[in-house]
Structure formats: C-alpha cells, structure tokens
C-alpha cells in the first residue's frame, strides 16, 4: 500500500496549510485499527486537500494513489469517507481554472482511472457507488468510462448503485470524445423514462435533460410520482445525493428552476400533500412531515428566485400556518415575511401565531411566535409593537444577535436580528421609541448600543424624543460613536450635544469626519465640520461613507468641487457614486455625477444587481430630470420577472423590493 510514500517530498509540496509533510502521517492512521480516529485522519485529509475547494493544490496528485490504495482495501475503516474526497477532488479538477490545477494533477488522474474503474466491480454497493459517483463528476472523457459503466449496469442489482449509474452514465456520455458506446448510452437512458421504477425515472430525467431541454418540463408528472414514492428513500444511500426526500424534492425541483410556470405548478402539487402518519424507512420522522417540510423549501427557492409565482403560491403557503409541525408553521411564516406585503392579506392568520413558542431544532432555536412578528413587520401591521417591545423589554428572543449576510443563489430561512426588524418600522416609532429608550438606557452591552442607535438613525427625525439620552451616551468612551450616528440621522439642534460633538470632532480619532457631520447635524456651524469632513472625505483610503454625509452640506461644500469632479471618476464604484451625489449637491452640476451614476447602474438594466446600485438609483432620483438618460436605460426593470439582489435569504426579498421601488420613483422624475 505505501510503496513509493518515502519517495515523495512532502515538505515541499503545498496543501491548504502550507507544506504538506503531515500527509503521510494522515494517511497511516487512515489504515489504522481505530474507527474514531481513522475518521478522524481523513476527514483531517479532506480539510487539508481540498478544503472548500478553488484550486487542486500541489499535494493531492501525489496523494491520489495512496488514497486509492486506501480506498481499495476493505479492512480500511474509512473508505467511504477516503473514496469521497478522491470524488471531490476529481469534480473540483473539472471546475477550477487551469492555472488553478496542480501541475502533476492530469497525469495523476490518467494513471488513477483504471483503478477507479476496477472499483466499480468492488463486492460491497457503497464502493461501488462511491466509484460510480466519482466517474460521473470527472473530466475523463465519455469513450473511457461508458464501456465499464454500460457493462457493470447489466450486472448491477442493487437499486442505489444503478441510481449512481444513470447519473454517471448521463454525465460520461456528454464528455467528448464520448466513443462508439456513446448511442447506447443514451438509448438506455431514453428507455429508462419509462421505466417501472419511479426513482430510475427520476434519474433518467436528470440525466438527459440537458440534451433534451424541454423534457423536465413535459415529464412533471413523473417527477412528482418519484418524490410521492414511498421507495424515495433510497436516494439516501446513494454517492450522488445521499439525502432523503426533501433532498429529493430539490433535485427535481432544479431542474424546473428556469421555468417558473412549471416550478410553481411542481411546488403547488408537493404543498397539496395532506399530513399523513407513515414513517420513512429510518424510522426518523414522519415522511409527511418531510415532504411537507421539503415543499416549503422548494416553494422558498422558488419565490427567492422569481415573482411571477408571487400570488399562485401564498395562499398555499399561508394553508400550512397551522400545520402540526413546528418546522412548517415557521417555515410558512418565515416565507409571508420574506415577501412582505404582498402576504398582508394574511396577516390575521400570522397574528395568531404571535404566542406559539413551538421551536425549530435547529441550533438558534427559532421560534413559530418571533417568526410571526417579523411577518407582521413586513407587512407594517401593528399587531407586531406589542411582542417586539416585550422583547426590548428582555423577554426571551430567537432573533439573531447580529445581522447576517449571506451569499448564494438559493433561500435559507431564517431570522433577523431584532434591531433590523425595528428599523423597517419608521410608522411605529412612536409606539416603540419608549421601549427602545429603556433599553438603550440600561444596557452595558457598548455592541447593543450601537445596534440600537442604527435603528434611532433609520427612524431619523420621528426618533427625536430619544436625543436627551444619546447626549449622555455621547459622553462614553465606548458608546459616542453609536450615539453621534444616532444624532446625526436624527438631525435634531442640540446646543449640549454640539458641544460635545465639535470637542469630538477636532481630537486626533479616527471618528472625528462623524463627529463633526453629527455636530453639523445637531445645529453647528457647516464651516467647522467642513475643516474636518472635507479632508476626510477626498483623501485615500475608506472614504465613501464619508462623502455619502459631504452630500447633506449642499451648497455649502463648493469649495471642495475640484475634488468630487475627480473622485467621481474614480475606479471604485462607492466612491465614484457618493462623490458623484456629492459634487451635485453642492455644486448643482449634472454631466459628470449623471455619467458616473450610470456607469454604476448600467448592467442592472440586464438584471445584474450589486449593492452599490441601489444607491446609485436613489441618487439619480434626487438629481431629478438631467437623469433622463437612467430612465431610459432602466425603463425595463419593473417588468423583470427574476429578482434582484446579492445576498440571499430575507435581504434578498427586501432588496428585490428596495430596488424596484428607487426604480419606480427614478422613472417618475426622468419622465
């Protein structure tokens, strides 16, 4: 098995860490007695050559043949997991740039192959799918592999490895040069649509469906009847999935993802699905619950995704309100509060839930009842002031502590943090502000504090009760900060808090610009902040917040012209939009800020949205008619029917909705 080992120099090849002379160690104890600590080692392995992929490092050509050693042997206690990181590795080699792939790695794959396909003949299934799974997801061309994996199909008995198969096959008989066995492939492919097996027909689809387009779409049907099998199960022990029917039900469902009018028809029959009382073969829980749950999800992918299906699918999700599962009903709520107030027709219905403390069994532990507040924000309904200030109060939340933002493509439920669900309600700041002032008050929590003058700076002059206790924050070390951005979006005279904001703003702190923006704010005089802001705001480095607070001075920033001209060509998008925003509000001119903003905007018109954007939207707006050119660029971005956004999960909502609002309101004054 480790013949050739010592020949290799470690230390000087690289892995994720750097030098990589702990392989071999790793590899040893993989072989080792000890189940725990053999797992261990290659999970070890696994984090060191692979990682979260991007690259194929200079260690994994010299590892592949000793990990298929392992992986070959069946006294190895980790051969599963071992066999799997030579699948992920060889699907990473596939993805990954050229000049990211490990010089060594094409020579090693070639001499690796053929004991990669001698695996598929192993005696036990899970080796075999291992195998299978790793042949589907290589870069090996189709006239290498088609011929072992058409023979072994013929032999193959076990449901889960020929699941594999087809999925291999598909993938093998697209890769050129594909050879002679390629139309066998693919005629057993087309034959196995219509197989008697609903989850080889599921497999079949999947397989095929990028020769044939439209099959998806016009075999619904058969993949509804996969996922209501009750033999779905057998996905879970399969390489490729390895997931039960949620996992199922998104499988299919991304094949359906460019198509909403199909996808939503697909969600829309998986949410008919009744309660029911059957378990499914791990004796987990009910398999009704799962599909329930699994639809929810795939009908969050779908909503995340598109808005046409926006009014087809709510009253569906709002029918799993009060569903006997905790996962559905927060799921279901979680979904209403996503899209907002498109779901206000079901506030009443999300207004009951405000005292279900029912608990997901996820490690935050939300609950039903903080889901239902945050979909009665959404909505701006009322109905919400009464919990969120019991939670400002200290009752027990599940909301998040801080604010996540999350990339990716897909929907992730989950909650906000409390301090975001307040700053969207500006119109129940009155009712909310006592609570928000009794907390501030007594917290000693300086990141709280600060959370909570975000929301007194969003809620801007309807918080102006609060000024008297940011002043005594304003005298804190640790809290000024907070309470001089709260001040600042107030924007509220203040003789005492000016005093202490210009003290603020002339000592040498890297916070001094906000100092002096908040003194400017709170009544002071705009040459003073000026002498600090203005600075701040065209030198290198950070400056883009900076300049977005140079833009409130107006016309009393015309001295610094020069440099919003020049900055306004900048390079970086933030810096050239603020100081774009910024020369026109002092200056008043309109050719350079209008061209710098649609440089920032143009690709939005083709539905690319990067955050910047909407800034830039809002700004083009208060620039008025000169912005006709954004108007006509932009004219079609209502009609979009994918959303718009970068981060996913409830932003991704709000975002699509910010956006298209900004839009909407360019185009009224670019008419």
């Not at 009908?299 to 006997?324: N, T």
């Not at 000693?444 to 000024?467: K, Q």
């Not at 924007?491 to 000592?507: N, P």
């Not at 932003?651 to 900004?662: H, K, M, N, Q, V």
Request: charged letters at 25%.
């Amino acid at each position: 098995m480790w013949e050739g080992l010592d020949a290799v120099d470690w230390a000087g090849l690289e892995h994720n860490y750097g030098p990589a002379q702990d392989v071999p160690g790793l590899l040893g104890r993989c072989a080792g007695p000890d189940r725990r600590d053999a797992e261990e080692a290659a999970d070890d392995l696994r984090n060191l050559l692979f990682h979260q992929g991007g690259w194929i490092c200079p260690a994994a050509p010299a590892a592949l043949p000793f990990l298929l050693r392992l992986g070959a042997r069946a006294d190895v206690l980790c051969r599963r997991s071992v066999l799997d990181l030579v699948a992920v590795l060889a699907a990473e080699a596939g993805r990954v740039a050229e000049k990211y792939l490990a010089p060594g790695w094409a020579a090693a794959w070639e001499r690796a192959l053929p004991e990669v396909l001698a695996l598929l003949a192993a005696p036990e299934a899970e080796v075999r799918r291992a195998a299978a799974d790793t042949l589907a997801d290589c870069t090996s061309p189709g006239e290498l592999i088609l011929p072992a994996l058409l023979d072994h199909w013929r032999t193959e008995s076990d449901l889960a490895t020929r699941l594999d198969l087809v999925v291999a096959l598909g993938a093998a008989s697209r890769r050129e040069p594909a050879g002679p066995r390629t139309a066998e492939a693919v005629e057993l492919l087309r034959a196995l649509l219509d197989d008697p097996e609903p989850q080889l027909c599921l497999a079949a689809v999947r397989s095929t469906a990028s020769r044939d387009p439209g099959l998806a779409e016009r075999r619904v049907d058969l993949l509804l009847a996969a996922v209501r099998d009750p033999g779905v199960d057998v996905w879970r022990h399969t390489s490729v999935l390895g997931g039960g029917v949620r996992a199922v039900q998104n499988w299919a469902g991304a094949l359906l993802a460019d198509s909403p009018a199909t996808h939503t028809s697909y969600v829309l029959r998986l949410l008919a699905d009744p309660p029911q009382s059957r378990t499914d073969r791990t004796g987990g829980a009910p398999l009704a619950d799962e599909r329930r749950i699994g639809a929810l999800a795939q009908a969050g992918e779908l909503l995340h995704r598109w808005r046409s299906p926006v009014d087809a699918l709510l009253p569906a999700v709002a029918a799993r309100l009060d569903d006997p599962n905790i996962e559905v009903r927060f799921r279901a709520t979680e979904l209403l509060a996503c899209v907002g107030p498109a779901a206000a027709v079901h506030a009443d219905a999300v207004a009951g839930l405000v005292d279900d403390t029912g608990r997901r069994g996820t490690r935050a532990g939300e609950t039903v009842a903080d889901a239902s507040l945050w979909a009665l924000a959404r909505m701006n309904d009322e109905r919400c002031v009464p919990g969120l200030v019991e939670r400002l109060a200290g009752a027990p939340s599940t909301f998040s502590k801080y604010g996540i933002h999350a990339g990716g493509k897909h929907h992730f439920p989950s909650l906000p943090a409390l301090h975001e669900v307040l700053a969207l309600l500006p119109d129940h700041a009155g009712a909310l502000l006592p609570a928000v002032r009794d907390r501030l008050g007594a917290t000693r929590d300086e990141h709280e504090a600060a959370r909570l003058c975000e929301v007194l700076a969003a809620w801007g002059h309807r918080a102006r009760t609060a000024v008297p206790a940011l002043v005594t924050l304003l005298e804190r070390d640790a809290d000024w900060v907070a309470a001089a951005t709260a001040l600042g979006g107030i924007g509220v005279e203040h003789a005492g808090a000016r005093d202490v904001l210009l003290a603020r703003s002339t000592a040498d702190d890297a916070n001094a610009p906000l100092a002096a923006w908040a003194y400017w704010r709170t009544g002071g005089e705009p040459e003073r902040a000026l002498e600090v802001l203005g600075p701040a705001a065209t030198q290198d480095g950070h400056r883009h917040p900076h300049l977005r607070k140079l833009a409130d001075f107006g016309p009393h920033a015309t001295g610094l012209a020069d440099g919003l001209r020049a900055l306004a060509r900048s390079k970086n998008e933030w810096t050239s939009v603020e100081a774009a925003h910024a020369l026109w509000a002092a200056t008043g001119e309109t050719e350079i800020p209008v061209r710098a903003l649609l440089r920032a905007v143009r690709s939005l018109a083709d539905g690319h949205y990067v955050p910047v954007m909407l800034t830039a939207v809002r700004h083009l707006t208060r620039i008025g008619p000169a912005a006709r050119p954004a108007g006509r660029l932009l004219r079609g971005v209502p009609d979009l029917d994918r959303r718009l956004y970068y981060f996913s999960g409830w932003r991704g909502f709000e975002t699509d909705e910010s956006i298209r609002t900004a839009v909407d309101d360019l185009l009224v004054v670019a008419d």
